[in-house]
């Protein structure tokens, strides 16, 4: 099976501005959970996606949003972007829920001028 | 809420010799995970955790569930440089169903 992917893998954009990123889980995984990963605070739960419901979330503002499809595929938001959003991005998906083991993406590396 | 701490932070090991890391976590966990991260790559699942005093090995790695479901350790033998990286724990706290990754512990291998 191919692995969940991630697109962009990296991206620089300037205060103020919005991003999306986009993750495809592996075939067969309905839940698709996304991770903010910086030095100094580690691996951050962000939320979780279910059967394009979110079922689990973090503690993170609400510039940070979400989206699942139908087909499983998952989106991440993030408006009014802040020199602190800068971060490696990860999605992972399982087959039942975010505390199913976990199986991670390469990332986007998002920077923030 | 629930806290999962790792340490040491960082582990610097002799090529060769053994060396362990410890996860702890604030509240009683229904399992718990081991990933590891290369550098520049992503984590990846390495073992799944879930009965008191469970014990597991995958060749030179052995991974405890402590008997209280509050903490886990990873012991590598005979360390190589293909273990450089970040080992991190993960716990889903009982009743729960997300999971709460600690801080890593970051391998350098000195050859």
């Known amino acids: 099976k191919a692995g969940v992917t991630q697109t962009p893998r990296y991206l620089i954009k300037t205060r103020g501005q919005q991003v999306t990123l986009s993750c495809s889980p592996i075939?067969?995984?309905?839940?698709v959970s996304w991770y903010q990963q910086t030095p100094g605070q580690g691996l951050q739960f962000l939320f979780e996606?279910?059967?394009?419901?979110?079922?689990n979330k973090g503690n993170f503002p609400g510039r940070f949003s979400g989206r699942q499809f139908s087909n499983s595929r998952s989106e991440m938001n993030v408006s009014t972007l802040e020199l602190g959003d800068s971060a490696l991005y990860l999605c992972?998906?399982?087959?039942?829920?975010?505390?199913?083991?976990?199986?991670f993406g390469p990332g986007t590396r998002l920077t923030v001028l | 809420g629930q806290q999962v701490m790792q340490i040491p932070q960082y582990q610097h090991v002799q090529e060769g010799e053994d060396f362990t890391t410890y996860c702890n976590s604030s509240?009683?966990?229904?399992?718990i995970q081991w990933y590891k991260q290369r550098p520049g790559g992503h984590p990846v699942f390495l073992i799944q955790?879930?009965?008191?005093?469970e014990v597991k090995k995958q060749k030179r790695l052995t991974f405890q569930f402590g008997e209280a479901k509050k903490n886990s350790s990873l012991h590598i033998t005979a360390t190589q440089t293909t273990d450089v990286g970040t080992y991190f724990c993960?716990?889903?706290?009982?009743?729960?169903?997300?999971?709460?990754f600690g801080g890593g512990t970051r391998v350098l291998v000195k050859p």
């Open positions: 992972a998906s399982s087959f039942e829920s975010s505390g199913a083991p976990q199986y």
């Open positions: 075939s067969g995984h309905r839940s």
């Open positions: 996606y279910f059967s394009e419901t979110q079922r």
């Open positions: 509240t009683t966990l229904s399992n």
């Open positions: 955790l879930v009965k008191s005093g």
């Open positions: 993960a716990g889903i706290k009982a009743a729960g169903n997300k999971l709460t």
